[in-house]
């Protein structure tokens, strides 16, 4: 169960969920493709700047879907504590 995964400290999404869609295979599978042109026609150190800035997209890519989850997740809450609070109240108010 997720609760249980979240108390123990068990729950990492971001290393744990991989979409599974043929266009994220296929990009990946571009990407790798692509690298092993550039690394063949590029020099060492150009080929190298490649590979950092590919690291460097991946952190802020990171970082971005960090927010979106953070965003979703607390907008899924506040969604979801307006109708417990109506509930609450008529049970005080019945």
């Known amino acids: 169960m997720i609760l249980e995964a979240m108390y123990n400290g068990e729950f990492y999404p971001c290393?744990?969920?991989?979409?599974?869609?043929?266009?994220?295979?296929?990009?990946?599978i571009a990407c790798e493709k692509l690298m092993e042109q550039l690394s063949q026609r590029?020099?060492?150190?150009?080929?190298?700047?490649?590979?950092?800035?590919?690291a460097q997209t991946a952190i802020a890519q990171c970082e971005e879907s960090e927010s979106h989850f953070k965003y979703g997740f607390s907008a899924g809450?506040?969604?979801s504590?307006?109708?417990m609070n109506k509930c609450s109240r008529r049970k005080k108010n019945g």
């Open 15 to 28: 290393e744990t969920v991989v979409p599974t869609s043929p266009e994220y295979r296929r990009a990946v």
């Open 42 to 54: 590029l020099s060492k150190e150009d080929y190298e700047l490649v590979q950092e800035l590919r």
């Open 77 to 79: 809450l506040m969604f």
């Open 81 to 83: 504590r307006k109708p």
